[in-house]
């Protein structure tokens, strides 16, 4: 089970922390990954984590504004989003997958399990 939270209403230009914490599977081989969806789109990718620290990856749109990073002894990866605008506005999930590869890390069809999504709405 995947649990967002963080999100909230904040300013353009405002910051923000999203947290999923995970339980009922070993967290430290997942690999973990932020997507959101704005109203009328369709899902994208935001950033992913790779399982023992592999590595970060980012959408275009947000890398140098946003930070993942996950906490083993937790359960929990943590999306630190900063100079917020407008178009970050949306429903942001978590997703975790034990075997997506990293051709496949932006794809939501890689990830077997979803949380139930937290919204973030910036005002300009």
């Known amino acids: 089970q995947l649990q967002a939270s963080g999100g909230g209403l904040v300013q353009a230009g405002d910051s923000l922390r999203l947290s999923c914490a995970a339980s009922?599977?070993?967290?430290?081989?997942?690999?973990m990954s932020w997507f959101r969806q704005a109203p009328g789109k369709e899902r994208e990718f935001v950033a992913a984590?790779?399982?023992?620290?592999?590595?970060?990856y980012y959408s275009d749109s947000v890398k140098g504004r946003f930070t993942m990073s996950r906490d083993n002894a937790k359960n929990t990866v943590y999306l630190q989003m900063s100079s917020l605008n407008a178009e970050d506005t949306a429903v942001y999930y978590c997703?975790?997958?034990?075997?997506?590869?990293?051709?496949?890390?932006?794809?939501?069809?890689?990830?077997?399990?979803w949380g139930q999504g937290t919204l973030v709405t910036v005002s300009s």
């Open positions: 009922g599977l070993t967290f430290s081989s997942y690999t």
């Open positions: 984590i790779r399982r023992g620290g592999g590595g970060t």
């Open positions: 997703a975790a997958d034990r075997g997506v590869i990293l051709s496949n890390i932006r794809n939501n069809a890689g990830y077997a399990w």
